[in-house]
């Protein structure tokens, strides 16, 4: 969340194995750029024994011929052993979670053996130490998963379900973001992995598996009276949409929109009203003909519950 | 050495000659090959005219193309900046990527090779002049609408690589996605067009000795350039083909719903998408490998290996497309496979690199703009290529994928390995085009002000990728460390835009075409372009004895320009070449090219017409100008394989060469050929997209079918071999039995593909249901499509014969007939045992 190159900065195995090839490579990139670049500029100024060295058949052949296929041979052994690293399923112990890449967000979902048990969006919470086998998926169009801190990307693709294997070993909240051009709001499709103690995670988990309380509230008869059970699924409640995110936990969530700001009540309120303010061309219509009390009302139901 | 063709070496001996030329020669020739004037230019088909037109398009386009990324770099300037909305970015950087890959880059180099080639290979032209100029009209009338689609909101939004599903009609329900694929159609037919004029121009019209060991490094590179469109660009006409009827009439083959796959348009897109980096790459890298010996005054070091490198580079171009698709969940032994293929493009490209340097360290450098340019190609280049080892790796790339890093890796290849040697070939070859060279001053700042501009763009680009930054998006917040580094990116593209503005202000000042009285060799080179020219090319075709004829063969300009080696006139009053062996480059006849005309340009405008009428939904509009398109073709072909007034042209020094020749001898032979290579290749795109659907989704698959008829359909289109085969040998004794033979073969072809056709609908297929019916659908209309050609040609066979044109000397009309029907009938058997066998009997 920091300014830091996070790419660089790994948080657990997988991606601390792709830094490490990281660093490898640009080292290589500065080591031979610099080895050309002295050639070019002895070749191209004038005299110089060096220069006479330079310009004959045995550079092209010992430079461009050997010297590549020395380096390339080299690295092609080393990274085999990385995509080894980073593709090679855990033994045990595995938390499931499947995440399907929508336009724009993140519908997430954890398994147990009976299917789902419980969905959220945008906001993954998974245990520190702990391998997570997520399952990717999408129903409309391509979009990819990347969370740089803790590994490296891979694509959601309609009629498939890819496989990625993550964990992480530190504490933390680590952004991420689709890499895959999915179309219109593209670049505010984001999400974040909250990396927590497992105590924290279990006691996390079993209060989202809870239905939603209360709907003795103001806010939910206009919720309801708007429609919006049309898209929005409320556990515990009538409204059962699957369209948009499941609003059951919403205001235990960090931020609104897919991570594109942080969940405020004057937020959450602006959202309402205007949610193509926030994100552009999304499917949720403006509801300008609810009065500011009202939508009030709806952000104080939608935050009350945990 | 051994003659290739039976021609005789010691005839070369007799050159240069001694005696006068006739004073009227040269006003012969010059007459013959006039500059157009006024209206006329619509109707040049010279190269020096076209090529001219060819280089000024691309450039407008690149320029335009470039306005779009200077757009695009204000609104990344600042993060959250509300400069451009969502929408009209997204269809921003999708017009930038497609006009800058589409018509800028491919259509720039091939624009080059039709306005060098024939220099450098002191040919008059290149051997089909009318095909140049459809493709140069056709490119830039489609181009021109394409791009005028941004004006309206209308441009396409779905990235330039147009993935679906977003890209089909549930998630782009608008035409924008059908303006892309009608862009992208006329490139398809212009670089086909291109490719086949390319190939027999290098492979045929070569000055007399200049055999395959002198070849200039530049042709090498277009003639794998050529090839490499041969082979990559089918996979992108199939793919924009089933795109469009799945848009158009709901065919799903990429629709996961209905057994399509997504991921089958992303290996045809990138079977195409990745040769494309070295379609583009390797005739600028050729252009390096031409301007390094003139600025460093010595041969290129390594020629042989750099001339094998580039022939491994086009083989490895076809076999490291997956390195695009890493993340799409591959299993590991693809991965490593594709990962090993790209990271061995390495080796042949570092070959080229160190010849280079090589080739400086061995002269002694001149400083120049060019040599400027090539400098800062050699390093630009260099880091492009070593940040594309590093994404080849494929754990790498799960990193960096879709990222800012990538965007920085391909802008440094692409700049540093075809825009700076564009530049360089800019300054260096302007002199041979006009009468005054580039400003010597000017291009020290465009240089610096573009190769500081790139550095200062795209290097902090790799590290706002390993940060996090994706590519395409429209904006970023602010708290993410990434605001700094886009605004130094901005700063840098903004100083690329000053130097290219200087760089046009520079040409206004100083470009004056002139094919005569040209500004000459003031770099000195040592190849044959340098030769004095004219709009004729050299005033006679010298004898090539080496690699740098200028430099080492005494007086060859003089010679040349007094008259003194090959054709030194024109031989029989029309325009002409010297048409070469392939690879000794032994005279082997005379080749009389056709001059202006208005054919070929109404040939394009109406194909223009079809296409935008298509797009636009004005169907009828669209078809009358189909049916234009195809008279107009007509009426182009007709004028081909007219009566010859001589049989045979004293070509020089008392050499007399045949002014006709059919068969692999021929210009013809070889141009139909590489046309059916075209066609094979779609097909075999087709098969591939068959078959791969069917490894996906094997039970949509019926594996009980009646076979007969596909037996009966096989065995029809055999007789259509055999009668088309027939028709040619029958030519030379009955021209009439052999236009019969032609009638019946195109019939059998048709009669098997209403056998197959029927089966399929009788069987209640029908190609919305589902991946298999489309494809067996898809199958049908290509076969289809041949069926109309063919039936086409039958009846020009008809009308030829009738008009008295099918004579048994003249066999080329007949010859291409047969050629066409038998490829159309091979490949309807195939068909019908791949669509219709091929479940079954796996």
Redesign the interface.
Known sequence: ????????DPAGPQAA??AD??WI?IV??FA??GV??L??V?????GGRA???????W???W???A???V??TG??IY??A???K??AGPASGVVRIRVAGE?WWWRVQYLDEQGVAFETANQIHIPVGRPVSFELVST???H?F?V?QL?????M????T??LRLQADEQGVF?G????????????MALEVVAQPQAEFDAWAAAQAQPAAATDHPGWALFADSGCGACHTVRGTDANGRIGPDLTHLVSRRTLAAAVQPNTPEALRRFIRHAGDMK??LRMPDYERLSEADVAAIADWLGRRQ | VKSETGFDHDLYHRFPTSEERPPAELEELKRIWCAPRGIEFLKAVNNNYVGLYYIGAAFLFFVLAGVLALLMRTQLALPLNGFLDQETYNQIFTMHGTVMMFLFAVPAVEALGILLLPQMLAARDLPFPRLSAYAFWAYFLGGSAFFCSIFVGLAPSGGWFMYPPLTSAAHSPGINADFWLLGIGFIEISAIAGAVEIVVGVMKTRAPGMGLDKLPIFAWAMLVFAALIVLGFPAIILATLLLELERALGWPFFDPLRGGDPLLWQHLFWFFGHPDVYIIFLPAAGMLSMIIPAVAQTPLVGHRLVVASMLVTGFISLWVWVHHMFTTGLPPLALNFFSLASMLVAIPAGVQVFAWIATLAAGKVRWSTPALFAVGSIITFTMGGLTGVMVGIAPFDFVVHDTYFVVAHFHYVLIGGMVLPLFAGFYYWTPMLSSRALSERLGCWVFGLIFSGVHITFFPMHITGLMGMPRRVYTYPGDLGWDVLNLTSTIGAFLIGAGVLIFIVDVFRKFRFAAEGNAGNVFGGGTLEWLPSGLYSNRSIPVVQSRYPLWEQKKIAEDVEEGRYFLPGSATGERETIVTSPVLAEPQYLQRMPGPGWPQFAAAVFTAGFFLGLTVQFYWPAVISGILAIASVVWWVWELDLPVKQKAADVGAGITVPAYASGPRSHGWWGMIVLIVVMAMIFLMLVFSYVYIWSQRPHLFPTDGDLAPMWLGVALNGVAVVLGVSARKLHDASPMSAAVLAVGSAAAIAAAFGVDAATAWNAGVRPQTDAYAALIFAFLSWQGVFVAVVMMMALYALARLAAGLLVRERPMTIESIALFLSYAAAQGAVGLLVARGFPALV
């Open positions: 969340m920091n300014g830091g190159v996070a790419a660089l194995a792709l090839l990281s490579l290589m990139f031979v750029t050309v670049l050639a070019t002895i070749s191209a100024l004038p220069k006479a060295l330079i310009g004959k058949r550079i092209v052949v430079g461009g011929l010297f590549p296929a380096v390339v690295l092609l990274s085999l990385v995509t080894e980073v593709t336009m409309d169009v391509i990819s990347w740089p590994g490296g990307k891979m694509d693709i309609p009629g498939r890819n496989t952004r973001q689709c890499t895959e051009y999915c179309g219109g709001a593209h670049a505010l552009p061309g």
